[in-house]
């Protein structure tokens, strides 16, 4: 067996401590494989982001081991983590990802501006010509619609080739035709690019190029089988 | 380089506020030097001027040399081939014939000797009754050819010449001989007295109650000279510390606001590093324009300063103080090197 992209061992995590603990993750293993896509649905506040957080190296579990290619980074200063984040992840935050005072072209240059040497697997213009954005490549953020911003996320996210994708609610601000579109170019990243793509979203009707399915509540996550999947979009209907 | 000079460029008029703010404190330090180093050097060049770096003066003058008086005797015993006397009196000039009147100062001296000033314009004065004049006197309303009467004399006293930055005790300095000094000080030019001695090299065997003091020393005991200056230096000093609170607060006040576009470079994995360079980028860039300007400011206000107002822009002194204005600001960048260091990548996915 190959090892896989990221492997969570009984990660926890405690927001404060004492009277005011909030404990957002009880004891979880996860697991994601090259060329997988998973999403991860659940109520707002049960830790989905949470988890994707932990998985990105955004922030240390309170307990638990994290590996990302089979290696541990539980001890890792914040200088690797920085490093790992650079080179292991593409992030498709929950806020904003794009940094205001660049262009949409510059946003992926600066990319280039801390790593001097990399050859991309896809060229700028790919990408661009890819997602449907050549013609905004001199615009700012703020003159992009949301859409138009999610997909120069996945842009920004995909320019260094990271093998894990990380998307939280990447859809939340898109029309059902958008957000299909959307979810279908994450499910192309997973299959044809054999990346590892974790997605959070609350809307259970987008689901169709998902691998994997995992429900969290109250900071427990579950695998759903397809008859569990059917029973969430029967309530959800 | 590359974020901070997109960031300024997007957001042009936020760091407009900031050049205009080092514009304004840079010109007015620079103003402020201006006006120290040219009231400075109106109490000082002619001293500058003199060929010795020894001044030999009585004791009681307390190292004034407006006070000091060296007798025949006294001078006597130092005289060597290095030495030259000097008289120095304040007096008032004025035309008679235009009754403008001026404070200035007589400067006695051999006229062919070590002391000879540099004739700028006409000739040395040959004759008793002949003067030459710091050319500042034409700001106000002398002129060479112009016949002067000195402290109210009768004697009326020709213009033949002008020589250039001579000035002691902020007032122009006339040149006269030994004789005409004696004449206006003591109403006659048997009396041999003289203010003080100028040597080239060290004297020994100093005569009874005199003293030797350096140019340097003589210079920081012409009355006023050393309150003055340290006041403006005070106040110079003062506006260069301030820069660094105004620079630093501003600074750190932007840094507060871009928190959370720092939370997204650090999750899209962009090494603290990178943000503290842009930052530091960004002051620099910002302070060499904005000094830049306050510079160009200096230059126009220079040209269209009057004549009779003390001003000097030196160079030397100027690239310090500008240098020093850049330094202080990027100290002032370390009030939000603390927070850049706090960022956590985790703010990007704060403001929910
Ligand atoms: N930085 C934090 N400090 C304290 N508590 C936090 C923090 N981040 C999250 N929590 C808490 O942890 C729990 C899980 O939050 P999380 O953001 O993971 O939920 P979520 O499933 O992503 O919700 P949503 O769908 O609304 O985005 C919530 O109760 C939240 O209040
Ligand atoms: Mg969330």
């Known amino acids: 067996m190959t090892t896989s992209l990221v492997a969570l061992h009984q990660v926890t995590k405690t927001y404060g401590s004492g009277h005011t603990a909030v404990t957002a993750l009880h004891p979880t293993d996860f697991a994601l494989q090259a060329g997988e896509f998973a999403t991860v649905i659940g109520p707002s506040g049960s830790g989905k982001t949470t988890l994707l957080t932990i998985v990105g190296s955004l922030q240390q579990p309170s307990s638990g081991q994290v590996l990302i290619n089979g290696q541990d980074t539980t001890d890792f200063s914040e200088r690797r983590r920085t490093d790992l984040r650079f080179n292991t992840f593409g992030f498709m935050l929950q806020a904003s990802n794009l940094i205001p005072f660049l262009t949409v072209k510059d946003q992926l240059a600066l990319v280039d501006r801390f790593n001097h040497h990399k050859q991309h697997e896809m060229s700028m213009t790919d990408l661009f010509t890819m997602l449907g954005i050549t013609d905004l490549a001199n615009a700012y953020p703020a003159a992009l619609s949301g859409g138009e911003r999610q997909r120069v996320s996945i842009a920004r996210a995909l320019y260094n080739d990271p093998p894990i994708i990380l ?59 397809s008859a569990g999947l059917a029973k969430i979009r029967a309530a959800a209907l | 380089m590359f974020l901070a000079s997109k960031e300024i460029l997007h957001n042009k008029a936020r760091y407009l506020l900031v050049v205009v703010t080092f514009v304004l404190i840079s010109y007015l330090v620079f103003f402020l030097t201006g006006l120290a180093t040219g009231l400075a050097r109106n109490n000082r060049t002619a001293i500058d001027a003199l060929p010795g770096n020894y001044v030999l003066m009585s004791k009681y003058a307390n190292k004034n040399l407006l006070s000091s008086v060296v007798t025949e005797d006294q001078y006597d015993q130092v005289a060597s081939k290095d030495t030259a006397l000097l008289g120095q009196m304040t007096i008032v000039a004025e035309n008679p014939k235009t009754n403008k009147k001026l404070n200035s100062n007589i400067f006695g001296i051999n006229l062919q000797g070590k002391l000879k000033p540099t004739v700028t314009s006409g000739r040395l004065p040959t004759k008793n009754s002949e003067v030459l004049a710091d050319d500042s006197v034409t700001y106000y309303g002398l002129k060479r050819g112009d016949r002067i009467t000195l402290n109210g004399s009768n004697q009326k006293y020709h213009i033949v010449g002008l020589t250039h930055d001579r000035r002691f005790a902020t007032v122009p300095v006339f040149y006269t001989t030994l004789a005409t000094f004696r004449q206006v000080k003591y109403g006659q030019s048997r009396v041999h007295n003289v203010s003080a001695v100028v040597s080239t090299r060290k004297m020994t065997d100093l005569p009874k109650h005199t003293e030797q003091i350096t140019r340097a020393t003589l210079i920081n005991n012409i009355p006023g000279y050393t309150a003055q200056t340290s006041t403006f230096m005070l106040m110079i000093g003062a506006m260069i510390g301030i820069t660094l609170l105004i620079i630093g607060i501003f600074m750190y006040i932007l840094t507060i606001q871009k928190v959370a576009m720092y939370g997204v470079m650090r999750a899209q994995g962009i090494r603290t590093s990178a943000i503290i360079a842009a930052l530091f980028w960004q002051i620099l860039i910002l302070a060499v324009v904005g000094v830049g300007i306050g510079i160009g400011l200096l230059a126009l206000t220079e040209v269209g300063l009057p004549k009779t107002i003390p001003f000097y822009s030196d160079t030397m002194l100027l690239s310090m103080i500008a240098g020093a204005l850049i330094v202080m600001s990027l100290v002032g960048g370390l009030f939000s090197l603390r927070r850049i260091l706090h960022i956590d990548p985790l703010e990007a996915i704060g403001g929910e």
């Open chain 1, 167 to 225: 998307a939280d609610e990447p859809t939340a601000s898109l029309d059902t035709s958008r957000a299909m579109k959307v979810v279908d170019l994450l499910g192309d990243i997973a299959h044809k690019m054999n990346r590892g793509v974790v997605m959070i979203t609350h809307d259970t009707r987008l689901l169709d190029p998902v691998d994997t399915v995992y429900e969290m509540r109250d900071g427990h996550l579950t695998t759903l089988d």
